[in-house]
């Protein structure tokens, strides 16, 4: 997984972070998460703020939808 993989890294952030509200992570909290990630491989400085809201609105998805 990589950072073009926002629906995939949403859905793997709530099943880690299952009670965690996206809209309340920085988005330099949601970085280090992504890094994290066990199945996430990519580059650290390949992120962009679209890509990072991107995931917060997946992830946001998953959250409302539990």
Not at 10 to 35: C, Q, Y
């Amino acid at each position: 997984m990589d950072w073009n993989n926002a629906e995939d890294i949403g859905i793997a952030l709530f099943e880690n972070f299952p009670d965690a509200d996206p809209l309340s992570i920085r988005f330099t909290d949601m970085h280090k998460m992504v890094m994290d990630l066990d199945e996430f491989n990519g580059d650290p400085k390949g992120s962009s703020e679209g890509k990072l809201e991107a995931i917060q609105m997946a992830w946001l998805e998953e959250y409302n939808d539990k």
